[in-house]
């Protein structure tokens, strides 16, 4: 059974950090593309960025792209979200998943197989 576990969320500053761990019990991490989503209240979920197999290709959107960073460690089954600059709008729910199916990158949530239950991140103004 494959399990997503998001961790590092909660109450920050604007202006402060966060950094998103999401650790896979996936046995074919290291040949998975993943990514991280949010959905703030009355909101639909939105892609905010995702990372290929090895890591050398990372796509972001375009609130994010220059403040966050995607990264993994496949020795440790792991994806990373490293979050500078936080604004209220970055408020959510933040979800990691995992293709399933393929290495490469990509933004909507229908290419997703496996997704892990999120981690609350809150930044107040």
């Known amino acids: 059974q494959v399990q997503l576990v998001e961790s590092g969320g909660g109450l920050v500053q604007a202006g402060g950090s966060l950094r998103l761990s999401c650790a896979a019990s996936?046995?074919?991490?290291?040949?998975?593309?993943m990514g991280w989503f949010r959905q703030a209240p009355g909101k639909e979920r939105e892609f905010v960025a995702t990372?290929?197999?090895?890591?050398?290709?990372?796509y972001y959107l375009d609130s994010v792209r220059a403040r966050f960073t995607i990264s993994r460690d496949n020795a440790k089954n792991t994806v990373f979200l490293q979050m500078n600059s936080l604004k209220p709008e970055d408020t959510g729910v933040y979800y990691c998943?995992?293709?399933?199916?393929?290495?490469?990158?990509?933004?909507?949530?229908?290419?997703?197989?496996?997704w892990g239950q999120g981690t609350q991140v809150t930044v107040s103004s």
């Open positions: 996936l046995r074919t991490f290291s040949s998975n593309a």
């Open positions: 990372i290929n197999w090895s890591g050398s290709s990372t």
């Open positions: 998943a995992a293709r399933g199916l393929s290495s490469v990158v990509a933004t909507t949530t229908r290419e997703y197989k496996y």
